[in-house]
Nanobody
Protein backbone atom coordinates (compact mmCIF):
# COMPACT_ATOMS: atom_id res chain seq x y z
CA UNK A 1 0.00 0.00 0.00
CA UNK A 2 1.06 3.53 -0.77
CA UNK A 3 -0.52 6.58 0.81
CA UNK A 4 -0.43 9.94 -0.96
CA UNK A 5 -1.24 13.24 0.76
CA UNK A 6 -1.47 16.46 -1.21
CA UNK A 7 -1.16 20.00 0.11
CA UNK A 8 -0.74 23.53 -1.17
CA UNK A 9 -4.01 24.22 -2.94
CA UNK A 10 -5.93 27.43 -2.49
CA UNK A 11 -7.36 30.54 -4.10
CA UNK A 12 -5.15 32.65 -6.34
CA UNK A 13 -5.70 35.40 -8.87
CA UNK A 14 -5.05 34.84 -12.55
CA UNK A 15 -1.35 35.24 -13.28
CA UNK A 16 -0.38 34.11 -9.80
CA UNK A 17 1.50 31.05 -8.59
CA UNK A 18 0.98 28.10 -6.30
CA UNK A 19 3.11 25.12 -5.34
CA UNK A 20 1.50 21.78 -4.66
CA UNK A 21 3.18 19.04 -2.67
CA UNK A 22 2.48 15.32 -2.50
CA UNK A 23 4.07 13.18 0.19
CA UNK A 24 4.15 9.43 -0.31
CA UNK A 25 4.34 6.95 2.54
CA UNK A 26 4.01 3.23 3.02
CA UNK A 27 5.55 0.84 0.54
CA UNK A 28 7.24 3.53 -1.53
CA UNK A 29 10.08 1.39 -2.85
CA UNK A 30 9.77 0.34 -6.48
CA UNK A 31 7.69 3.37 -7.38
CA UNK A 32 8.35 4.06 -11.05
CA UNK A 33 6.94 7.55 -11.29
CA UNK A 34 4.67 10.07 -9.61
CA UNK A 35 2.44 12.58 -11.22
CA UNK A 36 -0.47 14.97 -11.08
CA UNK A 37 -3.92 14.82 -12.61
CA UNK A 38 -6.72 17.34 -12.29
CA UNK A 39 -10.47 17.34 -12.56
CA UNK A 40 -12.50 20.46 -13.21
CA UNK A 41 -16.21 20.63 -12.39
CA UNK A 42 -18.22 18.66 -14.92
CA UNK A 43 -15.14 17.38 -16.70
CA UNK A 44 -13.15 14.17 -16.75
CA UNK A 45 -9.91 13.76 -14.86
CA UNK A 46 -6.96 14.72 -17.05
CA UNK A 47 -3.20 14.24 -16.95
CA UNK A 48 -1.13 17.27 -15.92
CA UNK A 49 2.47 16.18 -15.35
CA UNK A 50 4.62 13.25 -14.23
CA UNK A 51 8.20 12.53 -13.27
CA UNK A 52 10.14 9.28 -13.20
CA UNK A 53 11.50 8.44 -9.79
CA UNK A 54 14.97 7.30 -10.80
CA UNK A 55 16.03 9.42 -13.75
CA UNK A 56 13.81 12.40 -13.16
CA UNK A 57 12.41 12.54 -16.69
CA UNK A 58 9.41 14.83 -16.86
CA UNK A 59 6.25 14.87 -18.97
CA UNK A 60 3.63 17.58 -19.29
CA UNK A 61 0.23 18.12 -20.81
CA UNK A 62 0.35 20.65 -23.63
CA UNK A 63 -1.97 22.94 -21.71
CA UNK A 64 0.57 23.46 -18.90
CA UNK A 65 3.92 23.30 -20.72
CA UNK A 66 6.04 26.32 -19.96
CA UNK A 67 3.92 27.28 -16.94
CA UNK A 68 4.08 24.26 -14.61
CA UNK A 69 7.17 22.46 -13.34
CA UNK A 70 7.18 19.07 -11.65
CA UNK A 71 10.05 18.06 -9.38
CA UNK A 72 10.83 15.47 -6.73
CA UNK A 73 12.74 14.99 -3.52
CA UNK A 74 13.58 11.31 -3.31
CA UNK A 75 14.80 11.55 0.26
CA UNK A 76 11.44 12.94 1.37
CA UNK A 77 9.36 10.78 -1.02
CA UNK A 78 7.72 14.00 -2.12
CA UNK A 79 6.77 15.39 -5.50
CA UNK A 80 6.05 19.05 -6.17
CA UNK A 81 4.11 20.93 -8.82
CA UNK A 82 5.11 24.56 -9.23
CA UNK A 83 2.32 26.34 -11.07
CA UNK A 84 3.02 29.77 -12.53
CA UNK A 85 0.99 32.11 -14.73
CA UNK A 86 -2.19 30.45 -13.53
CA UNK A 87 -5.34 30.83 -15.59
CA UNK A 88 -9.01 30.48 -14.59
CA UNK A 89 -9.14 27.31 -16.69
CA UNK A 90 -6.58 25.76 -14.33
CA UNK A 91 -9.26 25.69 -11.64
CA UNK A 92 -9.70 22.07 -10.58
CA UNK A 93 -9.10 19.50 -7.91
CA UNK A 94 -5.52 18.32 -8.32
CA UNK A 95 -4.78 14.69 -7.54
CA UNK A 96 -1.44 13.07 -6.88
CA UNK A 97 -0.95 9.70 -8.55
CA UNK A 98 1.55 6.90 -8.58
CA UNK A 99 1.80 3.41 -10.01
CA UNK A 100 3.48 0.63 -8.10
CA UNK A 101 3.57 -3.02 -9.13
CA UNK A 102 0.72 -2.41 -11.54
CA UNK A 103 -1.55 -0.79 -8.95
CA UNK A 104 -2.72 2.82 -9.18
CA UNK A 105 -2.68 4.94 -6.05
CA UNK A 106 -4.40 8.32 -5.69
CA UNK A 107 -4.43 11.07 -3.14
CA UNK A 108 -7.68 12.67 -2.01
CA UNK A 109 -6.96 15.82 -3.97
CA UNK A 110 -6.40 19.49 -3.25
CA UNK A 111 -8.54 22.29 -4.69
CA UNK A 112 -6.97 25.02 -6.79
CA UNK A 113 -9.19 27.98 -7.64
CA UNK A 114 -7.97 30.68 -10.01
CA UNK A 115 -10.05 33.84 -10.07
CA UNK A 116 -10.18 36.14 -13.08
Amino acid sequence: QVQLVESGGGLVQAGGSLRLSCAASGRTFSIDFMGWFRQAPGKEREFVASITWSGGSTYYADSVKGRFTISRDNAKNTVYLQMNSLKPEDTAVYFCHTLRSGVDYWGKGTLVTVSS
